[in-house]
C-alpha cells in the first residue's frame, strides 16, 4: 500500500522569503499523481499544485514550485516570496493513475503547518 | 468560479443519532468523494461515487455509513447511529475527468458527536 510522510509538522518563514516543505511516499506503482493541497484556518482545501510523475519537469505555479525525486520518491514544495496568506496546513497527497478498479483515492500526509512571520 | 458547496458547516448532534451532511459538486463532474479529518490526524478516504455507484470505499467506510445521490445536484453522506469517534471533519470533493485527476474540495462540515 501506498504511504506518504511529510516529516515536518511545523515550518516558520519571514514574509519575502522562501521555504521549502518536504514530502517523501512510498508505492511500487511507477505511474501516479502527486498533489499539494494548502488548508487555510476556513479549513477548506484549496489545490497549489500537482505533477505527473511520468514527466521530468517539476511543476511550477506561480510563486509555488516543486523538487520531483522520483527516484528518491521525494516531492517537496518551495513557496517563494512567502506572504501572510501563505500561513496555513500544506498536505502532500498521492493518486494513482491506475483507472482500472479503485485507485481514484487521494493518499494523504500528516501536513505541515506553515507559519508566515512578517 | 465553480465550487464545491457542503452544508451545514458545523454540525453537533448526540450519540446514537443520524446525521446527513450535504454536499452539492461542481455540475459538470462525475466522480464524487468523502473523505473525513480527525483532529490532528491525517485525511481518510471514505468512499468514492460513480455512475450512482459506489467505486471504492475503505474499511472505515462500514455499515453505519451511507452515500446517495438522491437528484442531479446532491451529494450525501448519512452516519446511521453515530459514534463519539465519529467527530471530525468531513469534505466532500469531486472531479470531470479522470484525465485531470485533480479532486476540488468543499469547505468542510465539522461533526461533533457528544
Known amino acids: 500500500a501506498q504511504t506518504v510522510t511529510q516529516s515536518q509538522p511545523e515550518m516558520s518563514v519571514q514574509e519575502a522569503e522562501t521555504v521549502t516543505l518536504s514530502c517523501t511516499y512510498d508505492t511500487s506503482e511507477s505511474d501516479y499523481y502527486l498533489f499539494w493541497y494548502k488548508q487555510p484556518p476556513s479549513r477548506q482545501m484549496i489545490l497549489v499544485i500537482r505533477?505527473?510523475?511520468?514527466k521530468q519537469q517539476n511543476a511550477t505555479e506561480n510563486r509555488f514550485s516543486v523538487n520531483f525525486q522520483k527516484a528518491a520518491k521525494s516531492f517537496s514544495l518551495k513557496i517563494s516570496d512567502s506572504q501572510l496568506g501563505d500561513a496555513a496546513m500544506y498536505f502532500c497527497a498521492y493518486r494513482s493513475a491506475l483507472d482500472a478498479g479503485n485507485n481514484r483515492k487521494l493518499i494523504w500526509g500528516l501536513g505541515t503547518s506553515l507559519a508566515v512571520n512578517p | 468560479e465553480p465550487e464545491v458547496t457542503q452544508t451545514p458547516s458545523h454540525q453537533v448532534t448526540q450519540m446514537g443519532q443520524e446525521v446527513i451532511l450535504r454536499c452539492v459538486p461542481i455540475s459538470n463532474h462525475l466522480y464524487f468523494y468523502w473523505y473525513r479529518q480527525i483532529l490532528g490526524q491525517k485525511v481518510e478516504f471514505l468512499v468514492s461515487f460513480y455512475n450512482n455507484e459506489i467505486s471504492e470505499k475503505s474499511e472505515i467506510f462500514d455499515d453505519q455509513f451511507s452515500v446517495e445521490r438522491p437528484d442531479g445536484s446532491n451529494f450525501t453522506l448519512k452516519i446511521r447511529s453515530t459514534k463519539l469517534e465519529d467527530s471530525a471533519m468531513y469534505f466532500c470533493?469531486?472531479?470531470?475527468?479522470?484525465?485531470?485527476?485533480?479532486?476540488?474540495f468543499g469547505a468542510g462540515t465539522r461533526l461533533s458527536v457528544l
Open positions: 505533477q505527473e510523475a511520468y
Open positions: 470533493a469531486s472531479t470531470d475527468s479522470l484525465a485531470k485527476n485533480i479532486q476540488y
